[in-house]
């Protein structure tokens, strides 16, 4: 489908006027270019590759290297999307300087629109100082994928009074430092909903209810490409990998007994030109 390219002004509109914001994450050339086909307005090359695409255990082996190579090919495949580039662990944590050159590498090496980081108040100067030097930032709270050590494995955050006041403060303090965009991951709708309400800029809801201005899934989760484990909040609109598994299988078996490939599948030869050819071979 034809569109414009979709832009922070325009996710804003979308906000302003209570039309919904589509995003998925993206990690290569053919789902991007699917996405792009059907109008997704986000695409997030995610740190979640790590598990989805390079089969590690968590997002933390992931590198700026892998990073801008991913998003640089999502690009190429969707030119027209709003592109987040994700800042993979301890690409921002250790200094400011650090967090703006490898904010910037994403930017202009894998043409991102914006990049995302993780953490609330801790995070706020780090994203002052990126946004000040001209890259938009979209802010994540809630299950932070790069915390798990400290937050004990993927689970849901906010689920306490205090913690969840904790999350308020820092999507406030997010949005002081500049942000342009906010993810909010697997926290109670009724958190939220709140943030929700104090934010002034687009806020992006995965698997945290229905009261934002926008949705995420991970793509691997929602169309059954990824079976290692699927988070309570992963709708499934297909499972390709049952359609896949069943084509390897045919495909092994037709090999294995010779059913393929059959004369469509090869490049024909004129039979004079076999005869020749023959002919030429008989005299060698």
């Known amino acids: 489908m034809d ?3 979709v832009t922070i002004p325009e996710l804003m509109r979308k906000m302003e006027q209570g039309e919904q914001i589509s995003m998925l994450t993206g990690y290569d050339y053919p789902i991007a270019l699917l996405e792009e086909k059907a109008g997704i307005d986000i695409i997030l090359v995610g740190d979640s ?11 933390l082996p992931v590198t700026m290297d892998m990073m801008v190579r991913h998003t640089a090919t999502v690009r190429r495949a969707a030119p027209n999307a709003f592109l987040v580039g994700d800042m993979p662990y301890m690409s921002y944590q250790v200094c400011q300087k650090e967090a703006i050159r490898n904010a910037g590498r994403l930017m202009a090496e894998g043409g991102a629109d914006c990049v995302k980081l993780e953490g609330g108040v801790e ?14 930032v979209m802010g994540h709270i ?16 906010g689920r306490s ?21 906010l993810l909010v991951e697997a926290v109670p709708p009724p958190v939220l909903k709140e943030i929700t309400a104090r934010m002034k800029v687009p806020v ?4 945290s209810g229905p009261d934002a201005h926008g949705q995420l ?59 020749k050819f023959l002919a030429l071979l008989a005299g060698k």
């Open 142 to 157: 809630g299950l932070t994928p790069q915390s798990i050590s400290q937050l004990g494995g993927f689970k849901a955050q």
């Open 161 to 181: 009074a205090q913690s969840a006041i904790q999350l308020v403060e820092d999507a406030l303090a997010l949005q002081e430092a500049g942000i342009s965009l």
């Open 123 to 136: 995070m706020a100067e780090t994203v002052a100082a990126i946004v000040k030097a001209t890259i938009p």
């Open 49 to 59: 590759l790590g598990m989805t695409v390079y089969g590690y255990d968590s997002t």
């Open 204 to 207: 992006i809801s995965l698997g």
């Open 3 to 5: 569109r414009k390219k």
């Open 217 to 275: 899934l991970i793509v691997h989760d929602m169309i059954g490409f990824f079976d290692r484990f699927t988070p309570k909040f992963a709708k499934k609109y297909a499972n390709i990998s049952t359609v896949i598994l069943e084509a390897l299988v045919k495909y092994r078996e037709e090999v294995t007994t010779r059913a393929f490939p059959e004369p469509q599948y090869t490049y024909g030869m004129p039979k004079e030109e076999e005869e």
